[in-house]
């Protein structure tokens, strides 16, 4: 169909057909929020053209922000000023809290730029202060470090290729005159950023599909867009790719480049008089720079999703990954993963600049968790003493050959992994594996009290984190024990001889126990872990969140193997800040935002955000009326009160009557129906009884029964089979009418499976999926949010809001799964009068909350369902 021009609310949106009413809507909300430069909280159900609405009514408002930019340009130019240089040449408006003249005096009595002065020399004094006795600290170690030196012998031979796992001379900031970076070229020049919108959703299957609408939309053939993807998605080296581990590609594709940097520095190396430290280094064939800026052009061209990038770039033999960071700051629309928009430093390596941007964050619902989980780390007891020991061999091998300040770092780590395996009740010198602990339980602390308890209090973390990052220990440690894996591995037992005492024997010629040898050249492999030392660096860089922000958790399991050390963190709005500080305008998306209340206090509010900046838009489904019937059934057919609390839902009478409602609903409903329970062992345990009480062969006669599977690879196979057999079931007619799905709230159907027509003709909820109030996590969640959020007069506490709301996204997640467009139809029932509560009803998408009917009994609400679905199946 040929593309449309529609206008909403003044403004003209070019659309691929003629949009829905709901769709004109959401554009031109969308568009007053860019403009204003808002916070945009924006519901629009699957099956309304949501992906659609938002790229038209995002390129709509950038295309007239062009215009009026270059309209600009032109009438400055007309009247003879430099539009680059506009407003450079007169001194800027200071904002009204700064229009005092200098020098007036303040309520004080002294000139405002006296007390900045004293402010500012109190704060360098007390800088001083403390540089002071941390340069003390540093300088001890490194007598120390230079005392070990020079207590040793000269440096051994190394093995041939060994000198790559050496690690080079560190300087740290302080040292450097000019700081130069790894992955750009110096000559490299700043490049301008036009105004863009940053989009980004959760799953890169999700991006593609995006993609490929805006590939379809009016806006396909004239946006530059560019995807960005992970190095584990991108990257088109292929001895790079099968390394496996997200980690290792990352560090392995920055020491290439690096390595390409320290080519330069070779001559310099080989001057006279001067002993060569490291042979040249490999480089990758796909970082040239002239190839990637030509990659960088024709990725600007057309619109690629990440699988034609990536074909481009073994065309073009250039690097998809830094490519498409090349075209970043001319592209109009880029499109990403959650995960760098979300992570500052991830951010900064992609080189994103969100200043004055527009940012779009699609299937938000789970922001706040997902910036939870990304910040939010843990290490076990096992990967602790594996890194030490790991640590501690490389040490004794290549000791003589590293300079004071690396071996300074190195037993500063050294210290800190011993100190957490101690302050876990365990011993860095024994097996993880045999220890068992006298304590177990959950110890909950703050992030400066954990420091204590460890006794690092005294070590600067923040340099500790520095080093790690430019150093690259941990890939050193890596291919390290990579060589020399077999005497490292952390579950063999070697009494009387140490690690490092089996791999001197195994250099020495003769002896016949030598350890493994490194793996050949393209020999198959399973993608290979990281070096637990890789992940406990980001405990580290955790620990340097402010105290008030997080939490640490011990918790001692047993044995030393099984405890873990884990950093929570309580304020994802920390790490939003950023964004909405820095963006023009954020727009936070999603089919089911409700309950908002969540976004407003936990992340916008305590981001900094001001209440009037928030701006709400949700809008209904495109399905009539008529096709959607969702039911509250407060009892069951032998009027047993259906509340499904953790006391209550084990009873035996309890899952009869559940069991009841079910062989009623499959004898009405055609098709498909999926129940969600609220956890696997519950859906388990009601399975049971059912099949031993002969209910499971009752529903069978009806619907031919499935499983969700606990494996991810299984899912696919699993719903291919459900839809064949509704197929099939409507073709052959019989006794049996379809299939009957069992799933579980927060599993891997609840979200993201698309149950549309047959498929899901009834959605059940049995109870109400709260989490577990034993957690100590949500404990701690609920002790921080009743501290920190203002409680207002008749509301219940942020804490049990925050349960409740919990509860109420996984439920409206999981009943989302049907309606998927604009002819479909489906029921909805909650089994449990827990959701006939006003605030519960409350917290349900719109389009449902006004539909929804109670039923005190379940005679009525049968009724209802058999006539709903009579009806429906007999026009449809």
């Known amino acids: 169909m040929a593309d449309k021009t529609e206008e909403a609310g003044g403004v003209h949106f070019p659309f691929p057909f003629t949009p829905y009413a709901i769709q004109k809507d959401f554009m031109a909300a969308l568009y007053q929020v860019l403009e204003a430069g808002k916070i945009g909280i924006f519901e629009s159900p699957t099956g309304t053209g949501k992906s659609l609405s938002l790229i038209c009514g995002a390129l709509s408002w950038l295309r007239d922000f062009e215009q009026k930019k270059q309209e600009e340009e032109e009438r400055l130019l007309e009247a003879g000023a430099d539009p680059l240089n506009n407003g450079k040449d007169q001194a800027p408006c200071p904002p009204p809290s700064c229009q005092q003249s200098p020098g007036s005096p303040r309520a004080t009595g002294e000139p405002d730029w006296v007390t900045q002065f004293v402010q500012k020399k109190e704060e360098r004094d007390l800088v001083d202060r403390l540089k002071r006795q941390e340069d003390e600290e540093t300088e001890r170690l490194l007598r120390l470090s230079r005392a070990m030196l020079a207590a040793g012998t000269g440096p051994e031979q190394l093995a041939c290729g060994e000198d790559e796992l050496v690690l080079a001379e560190y300087e740290s900031d302080e040292e450097r005159v000019s700081a130069s970076g790894v992955d750009v070229d110096e000559d490299d020049l700043e490049e301008e950023h036009v105004t863009k919108i940053y989009y980004c959703s ?26 960005l993807g992970s190095r584990q998605n991108l990257c088109v080296n292929e001895d790079v790719r099968k390394l496996g581990s997200v980690q290792l590609i990352n560090d392995r594709c920055v020491e290439l480049q690096r390595s390409k940097h320290e080519k330069k520095s070779v001559a310099e190396e080989e001057k ?129 050959r590293l300079k004071a300040k690396n071996l300074m770092y190195i037993k500063q780590i050294l210290y800190v992994l011993e100190k957490f395996v101690t302050v876990l009740g365990g011993n860095v010198k024994q097996s993880p594996n045999t220890q068992s602990l006298s304590q177990a339980g959950t110890e909950l602390k703050t ?51 140490s690690g490092f005492q089996h791999f001197l024997q ?123 019937l969702p039911l509250v059934i407060c009892s069951g057919p032998s009027n047993q009160q259906l509340e499904f609390t953790y006391q209550k839902r084990e009873l035996p009478q309890m ?10 609903l499959c004898n009405v409903v055609p098709g498909g129906v999926v ?30 029964i499935f499983q969700e599977p606990q494996r991810v690879n299984q899912v696919e196979q699993v719903l291919l089979e459900y839809s064949r057999c509704i197929q099939h079931c409507g073709q052959a007619g019989g006794m049996v009418t379809g299939a009957l799905m069992f799933s579980v709230v927060g599993g891997k ?30 404990q701690e969640k609920m002790a921080y949010l009743d501290q920190t959020l203002p409680r207002a007069p008749g509301q219940v506490p942020p804490g049990k809001a925050l349960v409740e709301n919990l509860c109420m996204k996984a439920v409206n997640q999981s009943i989302g799964r049907a309606i ?30 006004d539909r929804v009917q109670v039923k005190a009994t379940f005679g009525p609400a049968f009724a209802a369902l058999r006539k709903f679905h009579r009806e429906k199946s007999g026009s449809s």
């Open 447 to 497: 992030v400066s009290d954990f420091l204590f308890q460890s006794q690092i209090d005294n070590i600067n973390l923040f340099k500790v984190k520095r080093y790690c990052e430019k150093s690259m220990v941990s890939r050193k440690l890596f291919g390290f024990t990579e060589r020399y894996g077999a005497v490292l591995a952390p579950s063999r037992e070697q009494p009387k001889l």
């Open 820 to 849: 998927r467009h604009q002819k479909d139809f489906a029921s909805i029932v909650l089994l449990d009068q827990r959701y006939a509560r006003p605030p519960i009803l409350a917290k349900l998408p719109a389009w449902i909350r």
């Open 675 to 704: 129940c969600f329970f609220p956890s696997y062992a519950y859906q388990r345990q009601v399975h049971a009884h059912w099949d031993k009480s002969g209910l499971l062969a009752r529903l069978a006669v009806r619907k031919k």
């Open 202 to 227: 959760r799953t890169h299957s999700q991006l593609a599909q995006f993609v490929h609408e805006v590939q379809k939309s009016p806006f396909g053939k004239d946006t530059r867009l560019v995807s």
């Open 655 to 664: 899952m009869d009557e559940t069991g009841r409602i079910l062989c009623n």
């Open 506 to 628: 195994s250099l020495q010629p003769g002896v016949t126990a030598a350890p493994a040898a490194p793996a050949e050249e393209g020999e198959d492999r399973a993608p290979r872990p990281a070096s637990p030392l890789m992940h406990i660096e980001g405990f580290l860089a955790a620990l340097t969140t402010a105290n008030q922000d997080g939490r640490v958790i011990l918790s001692r399991q047993g044995s030393l193997s099984q405890s873990s050390l884990k950093f929570l963190l309580l304020n994802p709005a920390v790490h939003f800040a950023q964004v909405v500080k820095e963006c023009r305008a954020v727009v936070l998306a999603g089919g089911t935002m409700q309950p908002v209340s969540d976004f407003r206090e936990q992340l916008l509010a305590c981001a900094g955000v001001e209440a009037e900046r928030v701006v709400e838009f949700s809008c209904g489904h495109v399905i009539p009326a008529d096709n959607i």
């Open 272 to 400: 006279p008089g001067r002993r060569r430290r490291l042979e040249p280094r490999a480089t990758c064939p796909f970082y040239s720079h002239k190839q990637l800026q030509l990659l960088r052009d024709e990725v600007l061209l057309e619109v690629k999703d990440i699988e034609q990038l990536v074909a481009l770039g073994k065309e073009a033999r250039a690097c998809p990954y830094y490519g498409s960071r090349f075209a970043i700051p001319a592209a109009q629309l880029v499109v990403l993963p959650y995960q760098i928009l979300l992570h500052a430093a991830a951010r900064q390596a992609a080189g994103i600049r969100l200043q004055g941007q527009v940012v779009v964050i699609d299937e938000a619902h789970n922001l706040i968790d997902t910036i939870t989980g990304i910040h939010s780390v843990e290490v076990s007891g096992s990967q602790l003493c594996q890194a030490h020991s790991q640590l501690l061999q490389y040490t004794e091998r290549y000791g003589k």
């Open 749 to 778: 159907m609840s979200e993201g499976i698309n149950f549309s027509d047959n498929l899901g003709r009834c959605v059940v909820m049995v109870g109400m999926p709260f989490p577990s109030i034993r957690s100590a996590e949500l």
